[in-house]
């Protein structure tokens, strides 16, 4: 039997009206919006989102934060393109480039775990020091001229889907399973509810936050994959706003900020939220500056409907 009454207060079904509304109002506003052009670039640039919104979920379920993901995303598309450039075979870039934010990720789970600094001071130490690093890399310049070996993950299709889509689409089921079927999985959960009362209960509270951190890595490289091979360039500033996008896409999805509480799937609907509000806004001649307000505010508007959620 449905529960519709159970259903409709979940704030996935929420945010499922929100993007209904929104793809109402904008393909009144501007004929192209449901254009199959455009749709098919809406799934292409949120594809990346999507794939790290499923380490993020994991991250601010154990009550963490991590927003050091957008350089993470950088020096990883960074070092595949310099791999690809120098010629490096399809499946060796794939390696580079998750190894890359694996060891990033894993370096922010140590320090977190065994350091005990708060996930806020460690992540943005790293997003600061990985962004020099990229710059380091980098030299200043552009990298450009990629060879097409990977483009088929970026802007290949499938039935008229791009594969990107298909990819976080399966990631998307995968970590569901995980996340509710798994006894790791479950930890995870633990942990963010009540860190004291899992680590009585025998969870090792070190390596499953080293875990989530370093699993958000690894999903972060492979999201600098996605993008190397949709746009065939690196700029030195790629990457540079990419954690406000993952953040905003797993709060609006309705993860709590206090911990214990979320899903991927959630984070998959906040993800197509936030790639219809700044697709909409772009068709509109909408400044970019914008974006960024109407992004921050519903971060702001979410964090606060889930503080007075928790004091009823």
Known sequence: MIHWETIVKRR????????????????????????????????????????????????????????????????????????LTAGLPALLVFIVAIAVGLIIGLFNGALIAYGEI???????????????????????????????TIRFIGLGK???????????????????????????????????NNQEAARISGINLKTTLVFVYALTG????????????RTGIVQTNTGMGFELDVIAAVVLGGTSILGGRGT?????????L????????????VPALSEGLVIGVLIIVSVLLDLLRSKR
């Open 12 to 83: 996935e079904f929420s945010v499922l009206i929100l993007i209904g509304a929104l793809v109402v109002v904008f393909s009144i506003f501007t004929e192209r919006f449901l254009s199959i052009n455009n749709i098919s670039n809406l799934l292409l640039q949120t594809a990346g989102i999507v794939t790290a919104s499923i380490g993020m979920t994991m991250v601010i379920i154990t009550a963490g934060i991590d927003v050091s993901v957008g350089s993470t995303m950088g020096m990883a598309c960074a070092v595949s393109g310099l791999a």
């Open 118 to 148: 708060p996930p806020i001071i460690v992540t943005l130490g790293t997003m600061n020091l990985v962004r020099a690093l990229m710059y380091q890399v980098l030299g200043g310049r552009w990298i450009s001229g990629i060879p097409p």
């Open 274 to 285: 936030v790639g219809i509000i700044k697709n909409g806004m772009i068709l509109l001649n």
């Open 264 to 272: 991927v799937v959630g984070s998959l609907l906040g993800a197509l």
């Open 218 to 229: 690894a999903l972060v490289g492979f999201a600098g994959l996605i993008y190397v091979a």
């Open 158 to 192: 499938m039935l008229g889907i791009p594969i990107s889509t298909w990819i976080a689409g399966f990631l998307i089921i995968a970590f569901t399973y995980f996340l509710n079927m798994r006894p790791l999985g479950r930890y995870i959960y633990a942990v963010g």
